[in-house]
């Protein structure tokens, strides 16, 4: 889902090389942010109740309890490397964030302003140049999250976006 | 708007190319960076910072590995000087602000 996502989002942006469409431009926003909101979802179920083909349906279901304010928090506090205190403290101490994992949460962060515009301000206008960086930031964050080898910080940042809010407290 | 203008001359003097310069990719080129208050969706203070990309810039110059060196160029520098408004960052050319401004008047 999430490669379709960013090759319409590429087709979009690339439409109109002279004089881009700001529909064009706003879909391609929205698509490649969905991308990333989908692959971390999906990233995130595969984590919580296994790879297994015969596990897609339930994978599909409990993607549907995923909510973008809950996630755009979590990603706050791992790109701040900010966990409540209580939560922190809770962690064995060898517990860190990783750079790579900053980078996934804080692209994550920009990724939800920019939809926001792309679907709700119609005062903002997209640059193309802006919209083609943006796409290839998204890519650079699945990969990149691709590349985190640390099992227990990747695992506990997938689950804390279904669960932050309740976690949090 | 609360973002004290303290904090904004703060943030351009970070910005400032000259400082700056040393962190960013040597694509694309970047003429300038300019900074604003900002209030994002959630209607949490923030800064919106307008990276001005030379008019001649192409898209392959706008590879992953350039785009995230040049904002984690941006954010590296504010998190240094302690600044913790959220930086939203935008790419743009002169010339594409002028013809979005263009296109914008043609439909008023």
Sequence with gaps: MHEDLLDQAAFLAAKDPKRPKQANLRRAVSSAYYALFHYLIDQACRELLGTQNDKRVYRHVLARAFDHGCMKEACVAFRDVSLPKKMAGALPSAFAIPPELQFVAETFVQAQEKRHIADYDLSTRFARWDVAGFIHEVERAIATFESVTNVNSRQFFLVCLLTWRTLKR | ?108
Excluded: C, W
């Design chain 2, 1 to 108: 708007m609360t973002v004290e203008q303290k904090v904004l001359r703060k943030v351009t003097k970070v910005l400032d190319l000259k400082k700056l310069k040393k962190a960013l990719p040597r694509e694309p080129h970047v003429e300038r960076i300019e900074s604003e208050e900002y209030v994002n969706a959630d209607g949490e203070d923030a800064l919106k910072i307008t990276v001005m990309l030379s008019d001649d810039t192409t898209l392959e110059q706008l590879t992953g590995e350039n785009v995230v060196s040049l904002k984690s160029a941006i954010y590296n520098a504010l998190r240094a000087e302690r600044i913790s408004l959220f930086p939203y960052i935008f790419l743009a050319t002169q010339a594409e602000l002028d013809e979005l401004k263009r296109e914008e008047e043609e439909e008023d």
